[in-house]
């Protein structure tokens, strides 16, 4: 059993072991309830006018890596070759075409565009600006608030920063995880810690309007004394906004399918009172140095310039169009997912057809819970907001839930809202389930 001995604590809480199986809550209902007969919901919300005005934004995903992270449970491809990623780029420009004639459209323009992976840095510059042409062709710019961009330190170049400031990224999202070589490897990841500098340099030297970084505690191998190191350096680097996951073993991961070829029942990882506590070293540490908690997962420098548009739109019901094979949308209150499999996405899309796979159309009640629980994440929720937009008063529906959560010592609530206390927005994953319609909350999430 690991001894927590971080900031004053030194104690030694029983372990909560971390088991296979999503922990992180992405979205509601569960997407275990997202079926392929309900597509033509997905079809008719399409082809409806956009309800008044909601925002619109863009989800590219590029799933090509230079290797596959042990944890990793997207859907990427290894060793494919500049032929087979140009197909698949053409693919997802034909898909572009064709939700730039869908009546949902109606001649709005993103407010938010999310390059997420996968490795979008990955692309060659030659890549990404005949990728980027297209997309402002169909869809000017012109009313963009924030475009992220995901990349993996090794991938970057100054050259291709150049070109990713060029083109309008407003957030580059660095994919750190840990500046430790053998941490790095024994999880999977590509890159080694001096490619984190050099990366991170030449970001700074371009002039992003804001640098994120991302880190995981409890990774593969990962010790007290390693996270503090790796929180350390991360405070050093100084960036605009660093994000702190805490690691989790969903199923379709190498080291799940490891731990079912073996037998185990817990994953080599730490447990989740450690990962826990190791979050909440990191936040105190970035608090220290001027930052300020926003979320369960982010810390920023100013709070006035590092803004997180897409997350805070999409949690509070925007559309979404997601490209790209497997890739997860939201139009006009259903839910939808695309095609999971590489050639079948291709074949769909140049055959002129939306590649759309699974979909649910949620009731006004599961809306409302998805934006209740998503919003919970930032720590507060205040209640008029529901009250104004679904005639429910989160404190009226949930009393038992809130009470028992309080009595917990998770959150305050009262007529005006919801305020998460610190040690209940370190685990808000685990009490989100509170919260679920009985029929979601026993089911598989994904």
């Not at 042409?133 to 000017?140: A, H, N, Q, V």
């Not at 990224?169 to 840990?178: A, D, Y």
Request: proline fraction near 7%; include cysteine; aromatic fraction near 12%.
């Amino acid at each position: 059993m690991q001894v927590v001995t971080i900031g004053n604590r030194t104690d030694q809480p029983p372990p909560e072991a971390t088991k296979e199986g999503n922990y992180f809550v992405s979205n509601y209902p569960p997407f275990s309830f997202w079926r392929p007969e309900n597509v033509q919901e997905a079809v008719a919300a399409l082809q409806r006018p956009p309800a008044p005005d909601t925002p619109l934004g863009l989800y590219v995903h590029i799933p090509f890596c230079r290797k596959r992270c042990h944890f990793c449970y997207f859907k990427v491809y290894t060793g494919m070759d500049a032929a087979a990623i140009e197909t698949y780029l053409d693919a997802v420009r034909q898909e572009l075409a064709l939700y730039a004639a869908q009546p949902i459209i109606g001649g709005r323009k993103p407010r938010f565009i999310y390059f997420g992976g996968g490795t979008p840095s990955y692309l060659s510059t030659r890549q990404l600006g005949g990728l980027v042409d297209e997309m402002k062709r169909l869809f000017p710019w012109d009313g963009i608030e924030e475009v992220t961009f995901e990349c993996e330190p090794g991938t970057l170049t100054e050259g291709k920063l150049e070109i990713l400031r060029e083109i309008g990224v407003t957030r580059l999202s660095l994919g750190i995880e840990n500046f430790d070589d053998e941490i790095l490897r024994v999880n999977g990841r590509a890159h080694v810690s001096k490619e984190i500098d050099r990366a991170y340099s030449f970001a700074r030297s371009v002039g992003f309007p804001q640098i994120n970084i991302d880190l995981i505690a409890g990774m593969v191998g990962e010790t007290e004394q390693n996270w503090q190191e790796t929180v350390r350096r991360a405070i050093e680097l100084a960036p605009d906004s660093v994000t702190i996951y805490q690691m989790e073993v969903p199923y379709n991961t190498t080291i799940s399918k490891e731990m079912r070829v073996h037998g185990e029942k817990v994953a080599p990882v730490a447990p989740w009172n450690v990962k826990r506590a190791w979050t909440q070293y990191a936040f105190d540490q970035f608090a220290a140095a001027g930052y300020t908690v926003t979320s369960a997962y982010t810390a920023v420098r100013n709070p006035a310039q590092a803004s997180f548009v897409y997350r805070n739109l999409l949690w509070a019901g925007a559309d979404m169009l997601g490209l790209g094979v497997a890739s997860f949308s939201h139009a006009n209150g259903t839910h939808y997912q695309n095609e999971h499999d590489y050639d079948t996405y291709i074949r769909r899309c140049n055959s002129g057809e939306l590649p759309l796979f699974r979909a649910l159309t949620p009731t006004p009640l599961e809306r409302f819970v998805r934006e209740f629980i998503l919003q919970l994440k930032l720590g507060q929720v205040t209640n008029q907001y529901f009250v104004d937009k679904y005639a429910v008063n989160p404190a009226h529906h949930f009393p038992a839930e809130l009470g028992a959560l309080q009595a917990e010592g998770f959150l305050h609530f009262d007529d005006a809202g919801v305020r998460l206390t610190p040690e209940g927005l370190l685990q808000v994953d685990r009490l989100l389930h509170r919260f679920f319609l009985p029929e979601h909350r026993n089911a598989r999430y994904s």
